[in-house]
């Protein structure tokens, strides 16, 4: 199953920093980790949600990843608000094991920068400088 998930610029180094193959555990008080199932539900919240957001660095981006069917499906879709809304709740406990079902790597298919963004970025990647990406790996 394609999925997407919304992240800000913390997330997106750690996710770096696990070579694009897992995201970060979840924090206190984050009990589930919800990846969305639309790219425009997710670009929604990066780019209109993300770029305003100081603990999001003032950035949003657009991951797209893979993950085995049998493993997605033990999860229930949860649509909130709209029915374009539709997210798959992971249990925090449980994303170890999602992880380890992702095929392949995690990518990223959009950038979005608010007016507050600091840091330089690298226009031909379209990513802050200093954050290893090899598309092709």
């Known amino acids: 199953m394609i999925l997407f998930r919304p992240v800000g610029l913390h997330e997106l180094r750690l ?31 990066a780019r209109d949600w993300n770029v305003t957001d100081a603990a999001s660095g003032y950035a ?3 991951t797209r990843f893979d993950v085995d069917d049998a493993v997605a499906a033990r999860y229930e879709v949860q649509v909130v608000g709209s029915s374009d809304h539709r997210e798959l709740w992971v249990p925090a406990e449980e994303l170890d094991a999602f992880n380890a079902a992702i095929d392949g790597r995690i990518r990223v298919t959009q950038s979005f920068y608010g ?14 400088q200093g954050i290893r990406y090899d598309r092709d790996a």
């Open 60 to 62: 949003g981006f657009v």
């Open 115 to 128: 007016e507050r963004f600091a840091l330089a970025v690298d226009p031909a990647r379209n990513l802050p």
């Open 15 to 45: 996710i770096a920093d696990a070579d694009w193959s897992a995201f970060p555990p979840r924090l206190p008080g984050q009990p589930i980790f919800y990846p969305v199932l639309d790219e425009a539900y997710a670009v929604q919240i």
